[in-house]
C-alpha cells in the first residue's frame, strides 16, 4: 500500500511557476507510475502528467506540454510537477496518483491518490 501527500500548491500571477511534490510512504514507491491530475470546481478530474515506474518516460496533457515537467527521485520516494508559465485556466486541485507499475492517463486506473494541493492562477 502506498501513501501519498501532496505539497506545494498555492497562489501565483500568470505566467509565474510552481514546483508541486508528492512523498510517498512504503518501501515499493519505485515498483509504481505516477501521474498528476488535476479537479477545477464543476469538472471532472482531468489528466495532466505521467511518468514509469524508472522515471525512462513522460507523458502530458496537450494543456501542459510544454509548460509541465514531471520527474520522480526514488531515492527520496518523491514525485514532482514543475509547473511554468502558468495561466488561469490552470486552476484546479492537483493530486499524485500511483499505480502498480503501468503508466496510465485515465484517472480511473490508479489504485491510489492523495488528498490534493490546490493551486490557483491569477490573471
Known amino acids: 500500500q502506498v501513501q501519498l501527500v501532496e505539497s506545494g500548491g498555492g497562489l501565483v500571477q500568470a505566467g509565474g511557476s510552481l514546483r508541486l511534490s508528492c512523498a510517498a510512504s512504503?518501501?515499493?514507491?519505485?515498483?509504481?507510475?505516477m501521474g498528476w491530475f488535476r479537479q477545477a470546481p464543476g469538472k471532472e478530474r482531468e489528466f495532466a502528467a505521467a511518468?514509469?515506474?524508472?522515471?525512462?518516460?513522460?507523458y502530458y496533457a496537450d494543456s501542459v506540454k510544454g509548460r509541465f515537467t514531471i520527474s520522480r527521485d526514488n531515492a527520496k520516494n518523491t514525485v514532482y510537477l514543475q509547473m511554468n508559465s502558468l495561466k488561469p485556466e490552470d486552476s484546479a486541485t492537483y493530486y499524485c496518483?500511483?499505480?502498480?507499475?503501468?503508466?496510465?492517463?485515465?484517472?480511473?486506473?490508479?489504485?491510489?491518490w492523495g488528498q490534493g494541493t490546490r493551486v490557483t492562477v491569477s490573471s
Open positions: 496518483a500511483a499505480n502498480w507499475r503501468v503508466v496510465k492517463t485515465t484517472y480511473y486506473e490508479y489504485d491510489y
Open positions: 512504503g518501501r515499493t514507491f519505485s515498483s509504481y507510475a
Open positions: 511518468i514509469t515506474w524508472n522515471g525512462g518516460n513522460t
